[in-house]
């Protein structure tokens, strides 16, 4: 539940005491009013008071008056919007300042952007010399994107005699390049209409540090450090610099020597914090717990301190702080997954599962969902995970494509072509046009040994996209498995290279289409290069087997050596050994090696 709106301003309504005023006279004329009796005489009409009048002297129309009660009832029973629509509506109609300044607090207090920036540029029109209302509209005006402006009350603020978050928008201005470029000569200005303001120096420094100028962003924090040393801002922002610079060193001496004189000074220990986590994850570990410590219910700090627990296998501290975060409803997403992970480690399937399907769209979504459906999958429940992927499509329609091509290849993971087969031609029944899914069923017609379909599918999207060089590779390179069609499959890929002439994986089939023609000096050539580009398994394969063929067989035990160590799962450069054994030969020369 949202807190109640403040019942106080920093400064009362310009009309005197009306509506606290108005509710007690109503609550005491009702408390005091007795039951309608139709023996007693009709009652006298009385006299009218006057409306109670505003701060310049003239009255309140009663509609106005009876409005604001309302508005104030509103708020009071915690119906806020009731409570912003009519004063944002008198404030409007009466121009009245002290309506506005109320119409402002609420709508901020709400996070209503538009009707906060309207009402704040009004109250500032209506009272120019009052300090807070300047600062209102700076706040919403930098929350608008209008920085410019913002600075313009900003600067009226502080002529006020106010003060003003000129690091606050200083640090709006270094998000954009752009509006960095066109307001550095503004805070510059600024830091020189008031050498004595630190808010004013600070704020010219971090323009400064975005501009990559250091050393005279320095020069502003140390004598903003001399004049104001209770800015424990000035430091802060100096450890930012000295990092900047790659002087860590010096920024993390500097922070371990300000969280020693200002133990309860959360921003400083964060820093520190933030900075060790690179160097010393133990002494990271007790900062985040000492954090924790000081602000117990801040999620930031309890996920920080549990990510660092877990990263270092501590799964019997993490556990709970994750839990916390879901007391807190905080990071509930981020707890889930890694309560999900935990589980899993601990071969708690069940709650695994249970944690990965609570994971929110974010971050986390996919790899949740990833890991949830491949458990289930493991554990041969193929139902489960049938419904999971369902309700997933129910969930999110807009995303039901993507759904389909996972739970795909899910299926072809597990060697499940057949379903994953009749599961693509439901999800083409919904999305026709789909490119990836008809490419995922092209591929999983090959891998039941349907080549005419995988053909057909590769051929389907080259229509839509001829000059698609990956496609034009998959299909030359698949063409190269028929001993008829071989001339045909070195056009198709010699085409793709034509399109993109450094790319291995279509060098690599060049120089096997080559191979399959004859060609063994033309085959290595594009081999040895594609190998040279992306030292890979398949290549290594494919070279070795060249190599093995012209008679070079300690090169070729050499490349296919190689080769397994990159890949030491390779089931391509065994199955090529196969193909050229002869009495145990390759095998035997390759165990020797």
């Not at 520190?272 to 690179?278: E, Q």
């Not at 992927?389 to 739970?407: C, T």
């Not at 190269?480 to 085409?495: G, K, M, N, P, S």
Request: with cysteine; glycine share 4%; aromatic share 6%.
């Amino acid at each position: 539940m949202p807190p109640a709106i403040p019942a106080r301003l920093s400064r009362p309504l310009s009309h005197k005491s009306l509506l606290a005023a108005a509710v007690c006279a109503l609550l005491g004329a009702c408390a005091q009013q007795p039951a309608r009796d139709e023996t007693l005489p009709e009652p006298q009409p009385q006299p009218v008071a006057p409306a109670e009048e505003k701060a310049d002297g003239r009255p309140f129309p009663i509609e106005t008056f009876y409005t604001l009660l309302v508005a104030e009832v509103a708020g009071n029973r915690e119906q806020y919007d009731v409570a912003l629509a009519n004063y944002y509506y008198q404030a409007e109609r009466t121009k009245d300042p002290g309506v506005a300044a109320r119409a402002t607090h609420i709508a901020r207090f709400l996070n209503a952007r538009r009707a906060a920036l309207r009402s704040a540029q009004l109250w500032v029109e209506l009272e120019p010399e009052e300090v807070e209302a300047q600062l209102a509209a700076t706040a919403e005006l930098a929350l608008a994107g209008e920085l410019d402006t913002a600075l313009a009350h900003a600067e009226k603020a502080l002529d006020l005699g106010g003060d003003a978050p000129l690091q606050s928008l200083a640090a709006a201005a270094v998000a954009d390049e752009e509006v960095e470029e066109q307001t550095l000569a503004e805070f510059r200005r600024l830091a020189e209409k008031y050498p004595q303001n630190g808010e004013a120096a600070l704020a010219h420094a971090m323009m400064l540090r975005a501009r990559e100028q250091y050393p005279q962003a320095l020069s502003i924090v140390h004598r903003v450090q001399e004049q104001h040393p209770e800015m424990l801002d000035a430091p802060l922002l100096e450890t930012h610099l000295l990092v900047d610079q790659d002087r860590r060193e010096e920024a993390l001496q500097l922070l371990e020597n300000l969280v020693r004189t200002y133990p309860q000074e959360s921003r400083l220990r964060l820093q520190y914090a933030r900075l060790l986590i690179r160097k010393d994850l133990d002494l990271a570990q007790q900062q985040f717990a000492e954090l924790v410590a000081q602000r117990p219910y801040d999620g930031n700090m309890i996920l920080s301190l549990a990510l660092i627990r877990f990263e270092t296998d501590n799964l019997i501290q993490a556990r709970p702080l994750f839990e916390r975060l879901l007391e807190l409803e905080q990071h509930q997403s981020a707890a889930h997954f890694y309560l999900g992970n935990i589980a899993e480690r601990e071969k708690d399937v069940d709650g695994a599962i249970a944690h990965y399907r609570a994971v929110e769209p974010g971050g986390d979504y996919v790899e949740a969902i990833t890991r949830g459906t491949q458990l289930l999958a493991a554990a041969d429940l193929a139902g489960n995970n049938r419904d999971w992927f369902a309700e997933l499509r129910r969930r999110h329609p807009e995303q039901a494509e993507h759904f389909y091509l996972l739970e795909a290849e899910l299926l072809n993971k597990h060697e499940h072509h057949q379903q994953a087969l009749e599961l693509l031609d439901k999800a083409l029944e919904q999305h026709r046009e789909s490119g990836r899914l008809i490419y995922a069923r092209a591929l999983t017609s090959d891998h039941l040994g349907n080549s005419a379909a995988y053909e057909s599918g590769l051929r389907k999207l080259l229509e839509r996209d001829p000059d698609n060089p990956s496609l034009l590779n998959a299909l030359g390179y698949k063409l190269t498995e028929d001993d008829t069609r071989l001339d045909e499959a070195r056009q198709v890929i010699a085409r793709a290279l034509q399109l993109r002439p450094d790319d291995p994986a279509i060098i690599d089939s060049m120089g096997w289409v080559q191979y399959r023609l004859g060609n063994h000096s033309e085959a290595v050539k594009y081999l040895r290069q594609a190998m040279e580009k992306l030292p890979d398994h398949e290549i290594a394969a494919h070279l070795g087997e060249v190599l093995w063929v012209q008679g070079d067989r300690e090169q070729a035990l050499q490349v296919w050596q190689r080769g397994l160590e990159i890949n030491p799962q390779s089931k391509v450069i065994p199955a090529a050994m196969k193909r050229l054994r002869d009495n145990g030969g390759v095998e035997q020369h390759v165990s020797e090696s």
